[in-house]
């Protein structure tokens, strides 16, 4: 029952899609591809991640740790098979560090699956309808970009263009005959700008013969009942193959590097698959050996000897990279690792200094002896020569929106926070959210962030901004509150601040009222941090946790708000890879217990083993190293509050999870797209997980959605779709939720995990246009347009659009054509931005914009966002445009095959009914 099921929902959902080529783009989608959900499909981020990592291993090798105690070339040379961690705990000794390698990894492996919603028309971006000289050319153009970029020393750009790269690359060995002609190795002439591909199949002359249709097989699958599909087997030409020409599939609708439709001649081979139209014009099927599912890949049995040479082809042009860089180091840090040093973090400081911080100033200057032994004791721990990057932005009112510090320097960073002054301020709210803008475009990915105030943001209409960064950069922000700015007007008529501003210190502190604490919880809940409302004289307490809480592995295994007057109990799992706990209580004259899972009171363990970090009237910290005592199991928070509380655990843990949210869209190539923005409410979802570290040692079942309190609204199950990843479809009924993934550990033992960050459902999309892309490049003097789709969803409604940058400069300007637009329910609007990059614009200047649209004159405010980057390049890929007749020629056929999937769909549940 649950296969037929599961056969008519595929069926529904990919009939949706606009087109299908390349490798499959991820895991998620092989859900869709496989019925009985093997894991034999090889998808693109799989054979990137499997290049990169073999490229890694050189690197290592031909850069021996420097550390005389560690052998790290024999451990490296004796894996059967690497992963992130085995490689980086080999060479530095620390598993932990393997994350900034992981997230470099993805974030090329999520550039490599961009081009086929962003570039899906694009023939030479996929090696398609016989353009192999022009996607040799892109190679070409590409590898230069790459190394420029690497050269430069930005590096995020240039992983953005190494996935743009490889994606094409790869599509070279899935989309042509390379494979059938009996190649075993990468065609080694692709990328190489002192080559050419020859032998190429002429334009009339004939490549393939007609494939045939499948037989009808009634109950193995249902989607071949419904779609008698190709199966091909030798169908390109004995003659083409012996003479060893090249060619590749026809694909309908796709553009030639003029933008002219290119249409498929009569014995051309096609791409091939059930939804490509080409393919029934002779010769009949196709050649694509995108996956192992015939449906979808005529040449399906040939998929496995495709992705090994991709593979092969993919780790080569990354060493030919490496080797022009002509510099390791730079190489390294393209990857996100360090050859002169352990890692690199960060860690950032966010100081309100107006006035009113007059007593908390000198309370943080005073913690710096401590500062400096921790941050000490925290860059040994990372290893020999290990790195981090140290930020501080002091900010007020009015803001300098220059004000910025960064350091590697200590000493230099703590002499920065002894010369911080609190004065002036003007009026009670402060532009705390600007500075934290700041911080985050100054930090490492996924670094800490920690913001003193005493005053509720004056620049709180920015949210969906800091929203935005805090989800693509992962960073966690954490507030160290300690007063009520409300409470300043007050006192300032009062003549409780001196005439520098000062605030006297005797005055009154009172607690902090609910609108701005939350605006605070929301975002540390939404970036994965916390909130501490202390008192001034607590301040100097914090410096241990703020530096324990920094290690990048730390994950939030628990969390929970609520108002409690009686004594009130939360219990909490721990599994085998959690090594140490962070536990937070915050609240109003609280007093608690903490009891082990065999009901002891955890203060009789041993001081080594638990540690009371900060225990006052308002807050407990407490450690505890869960492997001195095998703490594993469930533990119990038992506590007394005279108010709102809140309880924050989190584990340092082996085992790091990451997810990545998909939404339906008929637009892209396999009926799901990267989420961009906020979803929208009622949309539904696809989640895809996947685990690195002790992946092994866990077995996830499902997630739940969490509310703001941190209660479970909605539960769903988990697929498994490899080893090492899990996904599943669902749609949520929240406004604002995280996700806590479940599972079990090899004890049995709960496993949980609560997302970094939240999501926030919204009543308005807003989204990139057909044809525009997240990632751009501009030949200098050149414009170029990004067209931005508003669509309301909500009741009528007037919105603000605005735009906002990192920076703005000689390099590049932009203009767009409205700034405000009224729609009623279910209308749409287009938005253009035009982007102009100046004639002297340098090679590899980048600028990355985030659009927002926001509800105005309304209490229901809904907001949304979408980004999109430039970059100036002397090397300009082709730029395309829409044929929109067969646009919406293909729009017509999808929604007709759309509407026989449905009959088809009904037809099964009838039959399943009786």
Known sequence: MRSVLMCCVTLVSLCCVDRIFGFIPNRLYTILLELDFTPATVDHAEITEDAILQVVRKLLLDNPNPDPDVDSTFQINSFISITADSLIQAYYGAASLSSSLVDAIKDIAE????????????????????????????????????????????????????????????????????????????????????????????????????????????????????????????????????????????????????????????????????????????????????????????????????????????????????????????????LNIALDKQQISSIAYVIDTTGSMYDEIPEIQATLPDIQTRIETYVDSLGPNAEVNLILVPFNDPDDDDSIFSTTDIGVFLDAIAALVAIGGGDCPEPSTGATIRAIRASEYGSPIYVFTDAEPSDGDRETELRALIEETGVQISYVLTGSCYLRRRRSANGQFDNAGRYNQNARRNRRQSAEENFYSNIAAFSGGQVLNVQTSSISELSSVIFLSSELSFTEIYQRTGIGFISSNRSFSVDNTITVLLISLNGNSISSVVRTPDGNNATALDPAAFKIELNTTNSFIATVNITSIAGYGEWELEFTSSGPYSIQVSGLSSLRLSQQFYQLDTESNFGFSKIEGNPTKGQTLALLVTASGDYQEVELN????????????????????????????????????????????????????????????????????????????????????????????????????????????????????RTQVSLNQNETMEIIIVVTASANASNGDTIQFIVTASTLFTTDASSNYVSFQYIASTLPPPEFTINQTTAAARETANLLLLMFALTVLMSFIELINT
């Open 111 to 334: 550039a490599n699956s961009d081009v086929d919603s962003s570039e899906d028309k694009d023939a030479a971006a996929h090696f398609d309808s016989e353009q192999i000289q022009a996607g040799h050319n892109r190679l070409v153009d590409f590898k230069q970009m790459v190394i420029n970029q690497i050269k430069l020393e930005k590096y995020d750009v240039a992983r953005v263009l190494a996935g743009r790269m490889l994606h094409t690359l790869q599509d070279f060995y899935s989309h042509t005959n390379w494979v059938e002609m009996g190649r075993t190795v990468p065609y080694d002439v692709l990328g190489d700008k002192d080559g050419n591909p020859d032998n190429v199949a002429g334009e009339s002359e004939d490549t393939c013969s007609n494939c045939v249709r499948g037989e009808e097989n009634l109950f193995t699958s249902l989607l071949n009942r419904a779609l008698y599909h190709y199966r091909c087997s030798d169908n390109i030409l004995p003659e083409v193959n012996d003479a060893g020409k090249l060619t590749s599939g026809y694909y309908d609708g796709q553009l030639d590097i003029d933008g002219n439709v290119i249409e498929k001649t009569k014995g051309k081979c096609s791409h091939g698959g059930f939804l490509d139209s080409s393919s029934d014009i002779r010769a009949t099927g196709g050649i694509n050996k995108d996956s192992v599912v015939e449906i979808w890949s005529p040449h399906a049995s040939l998929h496995s000897k495709a992705v090994t040479i991709a593979t092969l082809a993919s780790e080569t042009i990354l060493n030919d990279i490496r080797g022009e860089v002509g510099d390791d180091k730079k190489f390294s840090s393209f």
């Open 702 to 817: 499902s997630f739940d959605l969490l509310t703001s309190d941190g209660s479970i609204h909605q539960q769903f199950n988990l697929t498994k779709l490899s080893d090492k990843s899990y996904g599943s479809i669902f749609t949520p009924t929240l406004e604002v939720f995280q996700i806590a993934l479940t599972g079990v550990d090899s004890s049995g033992n709960q496993v949980r995990r609560i997302s970094g960050t939240g999501l926030q459902v919204s009543e308005v999309s807003l989204k990139l246009g057909r044809g525009s892309s997240h990632y751009n490049t501009l030949y200098p003097g050149n414009s170029s347009n990004v067209t931005v789709v508003l669509t309301n969803l909500g009741v009528t409604s007037t919105f603000q659009i605005d735009i906002t940058h990192g920076a703005i400069n000689s390099t590049f300007s932009y203009s767009i054509n």
